[in-house]
């Protein structure tokens, strides 16, 4: 018999609603952090880019370091994930697609400052101008999903 606090012995929707509440609380978190950093700031997010506000790139080193370590330690330290049965590994395949969408991604945040995480926290925060850059984000993903089915 499995122990009642183990999460994979849950009911299934009592582990989907506790999923759903840690997926919400790691959101909020980051969307947080990310006010915090002021990367919700499109201006801020500029000056990183020219390398004139070293603010944002120490917490984006810090951010990199930790989930290096995180997914170093993790699987080492735990027997299973707490939401799963085992690690997963993803690998990456770099092609044609990745590199267009990468260059796409990195002109659209350098002309305006803004990707897709601090879009949306800035929205909490009042932001409502970068409704702007998710319409720009949300019609480049429908184009992207329209071109793949062609």
């Not at 984006?60 to 690690?87: C, E, I, N, S, W």
């Given at each position: 018999m499995t122990s009642p606090t183990s999460t994979l012995a849950?009911?299934?929707a009592a582990h989907a609603l506790a999923r759903a509440g840690v997926t919400l609380l790691a959101g909020a978190l980051f969307g947080f952090g990310l006010s915090l950093s002021t990367m919700i700031q499109p201006q801020v997010v500029l000056g990183f880019l020219r390398f004139s506000d070293w603010g944002l790139m120490l917490v984006m080193g810090g951010a990199v370091l930790v989930t290096l370590l995180a997914y170093q330690l993790a699987p080492r330290l735990m027997k299973r994930p707490v939401f799963d049965a085992h690690f997963h590994a993803h690998a990456s395949a770099w092609n044609r697609e990745t590199a267009w969408g990468a260059a796409l991604f990195g002109v659209g945040w350098g002309l305006c400052g803004?990707?897709?995480?601090?879009?949306?926290?800035?929205l909490g925060a009042g932001?409502?101008?970068?409704?702007?850059a998710l319409a720009g984000i949300a019609a480049g993903a429908l184009a992207q999903g329209w071109s793949r089915q062609h």
């Amino acid at each position: 018999m499995t122990s009642p606090t183990s999460t994979l012995a849950a009911p299934p929707a009592a582990h989907a609603l506790a999923r759903a509440g840690v997926t919400l609380l790691a959101g909020a978190l980051f969307g947080f952090g990310l006010s915090l950093s002021t990367m919700i700031q499109p201006q801020v997010v500029l000056g990183f880019l020219r390398f004139s506000d070293w603010g944002l790139m120490l917490v984006m080193g810090g951010a990199v370091l930790v989930t290096l370590l995180a997914y170093q330690l993790a699987p080492r330290l735990m027997k299973r994930p707490v939401f799963d049965a085992h690690f997963h590994a993803h690998a990456s395949a770099w092609n044609r697609e990745t590199a267009w969408g990468a260059a796409l991604f990195g002109v659209g945040w350098g002309l305006c400052g803004v990707c897709p995480g601090p879009a949306i926290a800035g929205l909490g925060a009042g932001n409502l101008d970068l409704l702007w850059a998710l319409a720009g984000i949300a019609a480049g993903a429908l184009a992207q999903g329209w071109s793949r089915q062609h």
